[in-house]
């Protein structure tokens, strides 16, 4: 893109991880940046380190998504910036793992805030421009996991990226014709902090399941969302246990993966 074409993606969870990852993607396809991120630390390292990588501009915005207002206070500052978001990624996103009665309520509902009402507040509030202009891309993480009907031992988190699914799909088919598009990008296991922060980088399905690298995650979500499509699985693999996960009956693939989900 030249410089009066180039264009800006907002990336949640942009400072380290597959968000990172996927900013350093479009950043490579000619598209400046807005990382958003917790940690203003993490959020300088990774900006410097794309700078270093390409011309591109990267703009650091540092807020808990996870409280109530803070999609709206993202929303406000990248306005009065004068920023205009053309690809919205929503890839924050926490995890947890544990019995439903054994994890700490606050962490549960932050994880809620965060993977499910930040990630619809926020869409809500950069669609309306898109829709204005009919053009734009919005790309929700979501998980494997979401095609499995159940989650034991991360009954929460597994619920959380059924919605994402279910929602980017729905969105998907309203946004036809729009000149819009909703992607979901359905993982499976990565290696990064996240496995780790939200404790099952000692389950038998991480430690069993093959890997897609990160960066190959990165490139196809990335591709799939500018190429409109409503749902990409990364790796052979991957799409198999995707398409196994919905096949009736539906209580043997959960019954499979409770027992992945345990600690090897």
């Not at 009065?80 to 995890?95: E, K, M, Q, S, Y």
């Not at 309306?128 to 009907?149: C, D, K, Q, T, W």
């Not at 159940?150 to 729905?170: D, E, I, N, W």
């Not at 014709?177 to 980088?201: E, F, I, K, Y």
Request: with cysteine; glycine share 10%.
């Amino acid at each position: 893109m030249s410089s009066n074409e180039r264009r800006t993606v907002l990336v949640t969870g942009g400072s380290k991880g597959l968000g990172l990852e996927l900013a350093r993607e479009f950043a490579r396809r000619g598209y400046d940046l807005v990382l958003v991120a917790r940690s203003q630390m993490d959020l300088d390292r990774a900006a410097t380190s794309l700078k270093s990588e390409g011309g591109c501009r990267v703009f650091t915005y540092a807020v808990d998504l996870a409280r109530d207002q803070g999609p709206r206070m993202l929303f406000d500052w990248v306005k009065d910036a004068g920023i205009d978001v053309h690809v919205l990624v929503n890839n924050a996103g926490i995890g947890s793992y544990g019995t439903f009665a054994s994890i700490e309520p606050d962490r549960q509902l932050a994880m809620l805030r965060l993977n499910v009402l930040s990630l619809t507040a926020l869409t809500q509030l950069f669609l309306p421009s898109m829709l204005e202009r009919r053009s734009g891309h919005i790309l929700n993480v979501a998980s494997l996991v979401a095609y499995f009907p159940a989650g034991p031992l991360g009954t929460c988190y597994v619920a959380s990226k059924h919605y994402v699914l279910a929602f980017s799909r729905g969105l998907a088919a309203e946004l036809s014709g729009s000149g819009v598009s909703a992607t979901a990008l359905c993982p499976g296991p990565l290696t990064t902090d996240h496995a780790v922060d939200a404790g099952v980088s000692e389950t038998r399905v991480y430690r069993w399941l093959p890997k897609v690298s990160v960066e190959r995650v990165a490139r196809a979500g990335v591709r799939a969302a500018l190429n409109g499509r409503t749902v990409v699985v990364p790796g052979v693999v991957n799409r198999i246990n995707a398409f196994l996960g919905e096949l009736p009956p539906r209580a043997i693939a959960q019954a499979v993966f409770s027992f992945l989900s345990r600690r090897a």
